[in-house]
């Protein structure tokens, strides 16, 4: 949770934050951030409601005094729900900013925004399928590759934990319990964080995030 550096104002919680750091950077020099954030209603104008979380979370991965930009982290906003925020089919909308007048100018600012429709039948690729089915309906039958066992070893350790035990859990909540587990093990919260990595391998297959 990233509280509101003022009271007046409005902070932003992060279900999954990833951070990966290249080779010889220090921890104010991280390579990519990922954020990964479930939503299951419609109607929360996602667009303008990732557009303030990207930009806090730019704002915190800037150093006060900094006098470049170079520094800036690549950033991933993961957007995941079980509607189709956009209406045309798609199981994955991968956006990013382009200049209208010149179409191919590759823009290179570092922000992309990936938008997972649980429900999509159209683009992705077959991995990116099961995982989303899984997503959906998180059950033994929809566990066919590596990436979905992964995940369903997470949520079946977390179902057991006596906090939740007969309620139905959302993603969000899995994911919630699965972080509070991991610290309380004693684990880095990088640890916990790392339990996205189905996410990343996928995305990373799709050829949408550099590979590490």
């Known amino acids: 949770i990233i509280p509101a550096e003022v009271p007046t104002q409005r902070g932003i919680r992060l279900d999954i934050e990833v951070v990966e750091y ?9 390579k990519n951030i990922y954020d990964i954030e479930p939503h299951k209603y419609d109607g929360s104008d996602l667009p303008k409601h990732n557009r303030f979380y990207q930009a806090k979370i730019d704002g915190k991965s800037m150093k006060s005094g900094e006098k470049t930009f170079i520094k800036l982290p690549n950033l991933y906003v993961i957007t995941i729900t079980d509607y189709d925020p956009f209406d045309y089919g798609y199981m994955m909308y991968t956006v990013h900013n382009k200049c209208d007048e010149v179409p191919e100018l590759d823009y290179q600012d570092g922000l ?38 992964k995940l369903h070893t997470c949520v079946s350790k977390v179902k057991v934990l006596p906090e939740v035990r007969m309620e139905y859990m959302t993603l969000e909540e ?24 189905a996410i990343l391998e996928l995305l990373s297959e799709y050829g949408d995030v550099p590979e590490e």
Request: net charge positive; charged share 30%; no cysteine.
């Open 112 to 149: 992309k925004f990936l938008y997972f429709n649980t429900k999509g039948s159209k683009g992705g690729s077959q991995a990116i399928k099961n995982l989303l089915n899984y997503i959906q309906d998180s059950k033994i039958k929809n566990v066919i590759d590596e990436s979905t066992r």
């Open 174 to 197: 899995k994911i919630f319990y699965i972080k509070l587990n991991a610290k309380e093990d004693g684990k880095a919260e990088g640890k916990a964080e790392g339990k996205a990595e």
């Open 22 to 30: 290249a080779e010889g950077m220090t921890e104010l020099q991280a």
